[in-house]
């Protein structure tokens, strides 16, 4: 499908249209849309890999085994702010104009939030938010920001307007994140107007650094050794000259900022050492992070069934991106690789979606909004949705002509984690990033331009990204086929390289 219309477009045209073309439903389900922060699709039981002995997540694996699970499911752009833009928009960063951490989405451009409202829903978004303005639902009551992992304050909808609206629950002085939105989660689906279906976003905090897990998980994994991933030790030809030395590191390979430092790792250890006390230092804050995210995913889902609504209720769960679990020994997300690209997505909806499916089809975060409109009754998505609803796919069908391969960019150029900018094509069998490596006019890049490259991974082979392949005889033929389909990808969702004359200068010396 092309995109043809600007970001400009009144949302009111759309929801017009769409307000006759609602499903008539004798009862609607309830929709409980879950989703973490920087929570990786490997940190999940349900999606297998080197973690998943630990069991990291038995509720998310519950609700996978009684649903659909998506194996490759991805972000557009690998970072908190523009990847929620996405999700509330249905359309990529140049499009929605939030590329970077600094962008924001006003009231009006909420499209799903208005949507679900039209299609009858009573809409609340409760947790981290981080699109700074007003959320335009029934009920909220948000993080500012980041928010706090301990005693936060919140943002609640009331009779004090935005944003002076804060408020500090008394009780919750001791209270993790986790533990306090999901308290105020439970509150609203106890209070909630119940003539009509709820559809309750419901947003952790967790697992985003600094990783600060419930005192009551201090104990767990602490006599494990939690497994490495190859990568971390040995990197026979991941990168290229765009990325050599940049992002930020488990060990001391970065000097500016690794994880030994956020660990307090004694500098002293020798680079062996200290990476190996990093990583499980890490990994260990990560998991008991992650645990208090999952015990909650059970308070909610125990207070469905108590209430008789876990059958009438399609539970989503995904997290706004993936995240560098030190593979290649990177820490944080943003890079294009597979564990940052990636993101979880399952859906349970009885009675529609087979218990313990999968699909491997390529989706997404641009297809949540035209999802979650399908499920709440719209027969039809607004032109101006970039996405694909994925209903088609839950049903069990493969419906013609899906997308063949996904497009991803990152724009905040050498910013916090020193990662440069850079876009891709991700197809089933290979991904082929260009690296052009340009602050452009993207708030909050880092100035100064670094090393333009390619890269080029075979996944069929090597689906951990050991082997940059890119100028490889072999691979000549599909880099041309796949520089032509990433042009044409480009184009098709309206991401003009033109616009930026530095760019097609990089483009004209690098391209080839
Ligand atoms: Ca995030």
């Known amino acids: 499908m092309k995109f043809r219309i600007s970001q400009n477009l009144p949302v009111w045209a759309g929801i017009l249209a769409l307000s006759l073309s609602l499903q008539s439903w004798a009862e609607r389900p309830n929709i409980l849309f879950m989703m973490s922060d920087d929570h990786a699709a490997h940190a999940i039981g349900a999606y297998g890999g080197r973690l998943a002995p630990l069991n990291p997540t038995p509720n998310i694996d519950k609700i996978a085994s009684e649903g659909m699970l998506f194996k490759n499911a991805f972000c557009a752009n690998s970072i908190c702010t523009p990847s929620r833009a996405t999700l509330i928009t249905g359309q990529y960063s140049h499009v929605n104009g939030v590329t970077t ?177 990093a990583y499980q230092r890490y990994l260990k804050k990560y998991l008991r992070t992650v645990r208090g995210v999952d015990d909650n995913i059970g308070r909610l889902i125990a207070h469905l069934k108590e209430t008789g609504q876990y059958e009438n209720t399609i539970i989503v769960y995904t997290s706004d991106q993936g995240f560098m679990l030190g593979e290649h020994d990177y820490i944080d997300k943003r890079w294009m690789y597979e564990e940052s690209h990636r993101v979880p997505l399952i859906v349970r909806y009885p009675g529609v979606v087979a218990a313990g499916s999968h699909s491997s089809l390529l989706v997404n975060n641009s297809d949540f909004a035209p999802t979650l409109l399908q499920l709440g009754g719209h027969k039809s998505v607004p032109d101006y949705m970039q996405g694909h609803s994925l209903l088609p796919i839950l049903k069990g069908n493969k419906p013609a002509n899906w997308r063949k391969a996904t497009y991803y960019r990152y724009w905040m150029h050498m910013a916090h984690h020193d990662n440069p900018a850079h876009y891709g094509i991700r197809t089933q069998e290979y991904k082929l990033i260009f690296f052009y490596g340009l602050p452009l006019d993207a708030p909050g890049a880092q100035k100064g331009p670094t090393q333009p490259g390619w890269e080029l991974y075979d996944l069929r082979n090597d689906p951990h990204e050991m082997h940059n392949v890119y100028g490889q005889v072999d691979y000549k033929l599909v880099t041309e086929q796949l520089k032509q389909e990433l042009l044409e990808l480009k184009e098709d969702l309206g991401d003009r390289d033109e616009k930026y004359p530095e760019l097609m200068k990089v483009r004209e010396r690098f391209w080839n």
């Open 101 to 277: 951490l600094n962008g924001r989405v006003e009231p009006e451009r909420q499209y799903l939030a208005h949507l679900m409202k039209e299609a009858g829903y009573q809409t609340a978004m409760i947790g981290k938010w981080h699109l700074k303005e007003e959320p335009a639902f029934d009920y909220y009551s948000v993080l500012p920001g980041q928010g706090s992992y301990f005693n936060p304050i919140l943002r609640e909808a009331g009779k004090t307007p935005w944003p002076n609206n804060t408020k500090r629950y008394s009780g919750y002085d001791s209270k993790h994140s986790s533990d306090v939105v999901t308290d105020i989660s439970l509150r609203w689906l106890k209070n909630r107007d119940k003539t009509k279906p709820f559809f309750l976003m419901h947003h952790f905090k967790a697992p985003h650094d600094n990783f600060e897990n419930a005192e009551r998980y201090d104990w767990l994994y602490q006599d494990e050794t939690i497994p490495e991933p190859e990568s971390l030790w040995r990197e026979p030809n991941h990168g290229s000259s765009a990325t050599d030395g940049m992002g930020t590191s488990i060990g001391k390979r970065n000097n500016r900022r690794n994880m030994g430092h956020h660990m307090f790792v004694d500098p002293s250890l020798d680079k062996t050492a200290y990476k190996r006390t």
